[in-house]
């Protein structure tokens, strides 16, 4: 009997392919967490996976775009 774990999430590689301008780390706590790098005031957005993340990484883009 075969197990399904559900679909694979992007790798680091993947994200910062789409966003080269954020950092990505994983806090003690097992939290993902990216920063804009360069932005005024800082932008860092968390969550729990990396599919949470990237839909809060993206928010923080489209708010910077006019």
């Given at each position: 009997?075969?197990?399904?774990?559900?679909?694979?999430?992007?790798?680091?590689a993947?994200?910062?392919?789409?966003?080269?301008?954020?950092?990505?780390?994983?806090?003690?706590?097992?939290?993902?967490?990216?920063?804009?790098?360069?932005?005024?005031?800082?932008?860092?957005?968390?969550a729990?996976?990396?599919?949470?993340?990237?839909?809060?990484?993206?928010?923080?883009e489209?708010?910077l775009?006019?």
């Open positions: 009997m075969a197990t399904v774990l559900g679909p694979a999430g992007p790798t680091p993947d994200i910062l392919a789409e966003f080269p301008q954020w950092h990505l780390w994983k806090g003690v706590t097992g939290l993902l967490y990216a920063a804009r790098q360069h932005s005024s005031p800082p932008i860092v957005v968390r729990p996976d990396v599919f949470v993340l990237l839909g809060r990484m993206r928010a923080e489209g708010r775009r006019p």
